[in-house]
């Protein structure tokens, strides 16, 4: 039998938003949602994808080590540019994404890797070599480990087994999870899991379905059973501009989280930030439609008083 692996997108050491203290955060690959607002889109498909960013390319004219080395004569010219080093033009690469099949041959040939693979096979023993290392900084702080993503919870098997060693020495854990996975997905984590950073982000499955691709019904029930099981939740809620922010979006979820009850250990809000537009050109792909403005302060804090009142903590990421 093959050994269990999980595909890793990235690791992030140091994190002080995924949870409490400092935590070591592990985003795995693929999500079944699409969220025109998503800042990972390298975390959407569950293949390793090539990735190639513009600012590390040198130009075909100083480098072009990339241009003959695809099997499939997917890398071609590209856009003019100036450099950054002289003024002069540079022309870039481009790469025809219907040709690529994510080989990686073009990674390896590339000096100063503006292209690369996003997606790593670990196993359970590679990643806890990781996770044993910041141990120090877990105990100092009250942190733990993450898994994140993408849907960390579609690569439940590995999550599960790394979750187990971790509780097994003693190592807080939690999940970053929208919620939208089969039930057994979840059961299988929950004994090995202190904390659910659980997505809320529509209460209304009609609204949520158009936007982000599926409905919420089994996202609030699979929230029901966690509670019900005794699991614990930081609840994130992100403030999409014309998606979720009025006051009837917020009361909703308001609602909802409170009939949670003490389960919830704390709400986050995350207001909506731009800062993910330039992921997408590393993917030859269109930034997604909604592209807003972030949310005013004072909005915010509003939204955040509103759900205090309903007797919910509340904290600002
Ligand atoms: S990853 Fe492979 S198929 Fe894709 S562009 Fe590079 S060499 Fe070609
Ligand atoms: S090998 Fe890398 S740096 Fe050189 S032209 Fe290709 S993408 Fe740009």
Known sequence: MSELTGKI???????????????????????PLRCPWCHSPESVAFHTELNWMEIKCEGIEKCGKC???????????????????????????TVDRSKCDN??????????????LCGTDYTVDEIMKYIRRDVP????????????????????????????????????????TSGYVDWKNIEAILPYTDLFLYDLKNLNSKLHK?????PNERILENARKIAAAGGKFQIRIPIIPKFNDSVKSFKDAGEFICELGDAVEVVQLLPYHNLGVVKYERLHREAPILVAEPPADELVQ???????DMGLKVIIH
């Open 9 to 31: 997108f990235d690791i992030q050491g140091f994190s002080v938003h995924d949870g409490p203290g400092i935590r070591l955060t592990i985003f795995m690959k693929g999500c």
């Open 67 to 93: 241009l003959n080395v695809c099997p499939h004569d997917a890398i071609k010219p590209g856009k003019m540019k100036k450099s950054l080093q002289d003024d002069t033009e540079i022309q870039l690469v």
């Open 103 to 116: 080989c990686g041959e073009c990674a390896k040939a590339c000096p100063p890797q503006a292209l690369y």
């Open 137 to 176: 900084f877990y105990q100092q702080s009250g942190g733990g480990v993450t898994f994140s993503g993408g849907e960390c919870l579609h690569q439940y098997e590995f999550v599960r087994e790394v979750l187990k060693r971790c509780k097994e020495e003693g190592i807080h854990t939690a999940i970053d």
């Open 210 to 214: 158009m936007v982000i691709g599926v």
């Open 302 to 308: 509003a939204r955040k008083k509103l759900l205090e």
